[in-house]
């Protein structure tokens, strides 16, 4: 039996290096060897062990809940023709698990499956196995490791796109982390007017302008709010939430959003969070609450942010700070936890 390295996170904060079996591939099936396996929030939430994040993992976890993918293909079955040996791909797992005959896939939200499989052990692994749906090619002059931040940039490039931007809009973005820079270019790929975001590190504030900031507000605070309105010359047609954590983000968007206008939601936060339904209801606001990527029109969230990163008009492969190997795995998450040390967006490398 040849076997694989997998991390395993046993407990929070603590991960243990184990070797279990390697997948095998079959005929509809390819095998990725994993080249760059990025570090999400949502990880470190389960890594810290607290809020709500718990309830949806639990320990050990091996694979310890990767989902940011990006590999070359190694094997790949008889009747597979998408893909061959040697391509280099980032992989949208949600539709390579898709079953592709249900209400969800048909309408394009592929996360939502009613019969979604895993065709083995993701996460922080050394090899996976997919079918050949949903594995993309990765564009000349993108590294295949930096490319697994294609996944959370897809995040925000569908939560843009549900936000329906006509053209001219002001938006506000609250953070300023891979999701918050990444939607912040989508916005004015889309046709935004002007864009504001909010930036807590020094390290998030130098990217905000080659990803479409016209303004940078260095405050995250109570004060923020005024800021941004100024910076924007009124309230905001879009806001785009992108912090969670503990931060008041959302009470935050609900001053910033203009009446009549569209909060998207793309953080975690680790408790409930309160609402005032009065303000929310009295300013006809539309919320949306965007989880991942999936189908929307004729071209996928994945697909169409693998154009945008290509052609630098969202420029997510800069946002890669650091890369270190699996058995340094722990290191690695300390990094990515800690916004002081310059991390934006830290990727593994098995």
């Given at each position: 039996?040849?076997?694989?390295?997998?991390?395993?996170?046993?407990?929070?904060?603590?991960?243990?290096?184990?070797?279990?079996?390697?997948?095998?591939?079959?005929?509809?099936?390819?095998?990725?060897?994993?080249?760059?396996?990025?570090?999400?929030?949502?990880?470190?939430?389960?890594?810290?062990?607290?809020?709500?994040?718990?309830?949806?993992?639990?320990?050990?976890?091996?694979?310890?809940?990767?989902?940011?993918?990006?590999?070359?293909?190694?094997?790949?079955?008889?009747?597979?023709?998408?893909?061959?040996?040697?391509?280099?791909?980032?992989?949208?797992?949600?539709?390579?698990?898709?079953?592709?005959?249900?209400?969800?896939?048909?309408?394009?939200?592929?996360?939502?499956?009613?019969?979604?499989?895993?065709?083995?052990?993701?996460?922080?692994?050394?090899?996976?196995?997919?079918?050949?749906?949903?594995?993309?090619?990765?564009?000349?002059?993108?590294?295949?490791?930096?490319?697994?931040?294609?996944?959370?940039?897809?995040?925000?490039?569908?939560?843009?796109?549900?936000?329906?931007?006509?053209?001219?809009?002001?938006?506000?973005?609250?953070?300023?982390?891979?999701?918050?820079?990444?939607?912040?270019?989508?916005?004015?790929?889309?046709?935004?007017?002007?864009?504001?975001?909010?930036?807590?590190?020094?390290?998030?504030?130098?990217?905000?302008?080659?990803?479409?900031?016209?303004?940078?507000?260095?405050?995250?605070?109570?004060?923020?709010?005024?800021?941004?309105?100024?910076?924007?010359?009124?309230?905001?047609?879009?806001?785009?939430?992108?912090?969670?954590?503990?931060?008041?983000?959302?009470?935050?968007?609900?001053?910033?959003?203009?009446?009549?206008?569209?909060?998207?939601?793309?953080?975690?936060?680790?408790?409930?969070?309160?609402?005032?339904?009065?303000?929310?209801?009295?300013?006809?606001?539309?919320?949306?609450?965007?989880?991942?990527?999936?189908?929307?029109?004729?071209?996928?969230?994945?697909?169409?942010?693998?154009d945008l990163m290509a052609s630098r008009k969202i420029p997510a492969q800069d946002l890669v700070t650091?890369?270190?190997?699996?058995?340094?795995?722990?290191?690695?998450?300390?990094?990515?936890?800690?916004?002081?040390?310059?991390?934006?967006?830290?990727?593994?490398?098995?």
């Amino acid at each position: 039996m040849t076997t694989m390295r997998c991390a395993t996170l046993v407990a929070p904060s603590q991960f243990r290096i184990d070797e279990i079996p390697r997948p095998e591939v079959d005929d509809r099936t390819v095998i990725v060897k994993m080249e760059g396996l990025g570090i999400c929030g949502s990880n470190l939430h389960w890594w810290n062990g607290g809020g709500a994040a718990t309830g949806l993992m639990q320990f050990p976890m091996p694979g310890a809940g990767g989902h940011e993918f990006a590999g070359t293909v190694v094997e790949a079955g008889s009747q597979v023709t998408r893909v061959r040996v040697g391509d280099r791909v980032a992989i949208d797992q949600f539709e390579s698990g898709s079953c592709g005959a249900c209400a969800y896939c048909g309408s394009g939200l592929f996360i939502h499956c009613e019969n979604r499989r895993m065709y083995s052990l993701p996460g922080y692994v050394e090899y996976i196995k997919f079918s050949e749906k949903g594995l993309h090619p990765i564009p000349a002059g993108i590294e295949t490791h930096v490319a697994a931040v294609a996944e959370p940039c897809a995040c925000s490039v569908a939560g843009v796109r549900r936000a329906r931007l006509t053209g001219g809009e002001r938006v506000a973005v609250l953070g300023a982390g891979v999701l918050g820079l990444c939607a912040a270019a989508a916005a004015k790929s889309f046709g935004a007017g002007k864009v504001a975001i909010t930036a807590r590190y020094e390290s998030q504030a130098a990217h905000a302008t080659a990803f479409g900031a016209d303004a940078v507000v260095r405050s995250t605070g109570p004060e923020a709010v005024a800021s941004v309105r100024s910076a924007l010359g009124g309230g905001a047609d879009v806001v785009i939430e992108s912090v969670g954590g503990h931060a008041p983000t959302f009470e935050q968007a609900l001053e910033l959003v203009r009446p009549g206008g569209t909060i998207v939601v793309l953080g975690l936060w680790d408790e409930l969070v309160p609402v005032d339904s009065w303000k929310a209801v009295l300013k006809d606001v539309a919320v949306i609450f965007s989880l991942t990527y999936g189908l929307q029109g004729k071209k996928s969230d994945y697909a169409l942010t693998l154009d945008l990163m290509a052609s630098r008009k969202i420029p997510a492969q800069d946002l890669v700070t650091h890369v270190l190997p699996l058995d340094q795995i722990g290191e690695a998450f300390h990094l990515a936890a800690d916004k002081s040390t310059g991390a934006i967006k830290v990727v593994v490398r098995p």
